[in-house]
């Protein structure tokens, strides 16, 4: 089963910062086998072909961080699929709680971002999540089944098998966010994959995630892999958070192999 584990930088790190990051990242993987673990890497748009060339060849997926929908056209400050695809992109994350808030995303607007990214043939990374209010609720499962729903109900089974699902609860994004108990994302995850498991690629948690917390997530039934922010900004977090979904993965497998067990 594979392990995906990735990180936005959002609106952080220059051109510089940017290919230092990926350059170490391509190092740091020449001595390593990481098994079943996917990384993927989304930088901001002005880095994404600098570090695309640099981790050309690697096992690493770059990403953007938004596209729209149409492929070209009087669109001032969008880029489209096919530009961010020709930049070396083979993901593109849509719907982030932060677009949805800042910049007027709505379940329309992510519905027709999923359906550009497929139509070019690159992985639609779905972000969805409550707020605070709605957890509170107790009414998480709900909300973000509807999201999931909206943005991908009626996709062919062939499609549907290329979609990320990232899970993060906007209360536990950012330097803000308060970091989720394992036993409050049970829930939410059976939801998901009692609709998405073993239909889409994969189903990620993201929020406050950091070196500590991980391998309590990666446990959690139906998570397939974590989406980073701030503790994989710097490269040794990023590469330290690798390794131990490595060693996670490699000891499922081993302990899979012993009971006979298919992942
Ligand atoms: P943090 O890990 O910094 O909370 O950010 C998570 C996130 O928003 C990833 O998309």
């Known amino acids: 089963m594979t392990v995906w584990i990735g990180t936005s930088w959002k609106m952080n790190k220059t051109l510089a910062e940017a290919v230092d990051y990926a350059g170490g990242l391509r190092q740091a993987l020449s001595g390593r086998s990481l098994g079943s673990v996917q990384p993927f890497i989304i930088p901001p748009a002005t880095a994404l072909a600098s570090v695309a060339g640099v981790l050309d060849g690697t096992s690493v997926l770059v990403g953007a961080q938004n596209a729209h929908w149409e492929d070209a056209g009087a669109w001032t400050g969008e880029v489209s699929v096919p530009q961010v695809s020709d930049a070396g992109a083979r993901l593109v994350e849509i719907g982030h709680s932060e677009r949805r808030e800042h910049f007027g995303e ?48 009626g996709l062919e089974d ?76 710097a490269l040794e977090g990023y590469v330290q958070l690798l390794d131990l979904a490595a060693g996670l993965a490699g000891g499922d497998e081993r302990r899979s192999e012993m009971e006979g067990v298919d992942q």
């Not at 329309?108 to 209010?133: N, Q, S």
């Open 158 to 233: 062939a499609l549907l098998a290329k979609v990320l699902i990232a899970y993060e609860p906007i209360w536990a994004i950012g330097a803000g966010g308060r970091p989720a108990h394992p036993d409050e994302l049970r829930a939410p995850f059976a939801a998901l994959a009692g609709t998405f498991g073993g239909r889409v690629a994969g189903l990620l948690y993201g929020g406050s995630v950091d070196l500590a917390n991980a391998s309590g997530l990666l446990d959690l039934p139906h998570v397939d892999g974590l989406f980073v922010g701030r503790a994989a900004w």
């Open 106 to 153: 709505t379940d329309e607007t992510v519905r027709k971002k999923v359906d550009a990214t497929l139509r070019h043939g690159l992985i639609p990374l779905l972000c969805i999540g409550e707020p605070d209010e709605v957890h509170n609720a107790g009414t998480s499962s709900e909300y973000i089944l509807e999201q999931a729903r909206r943005a991908l109900d």
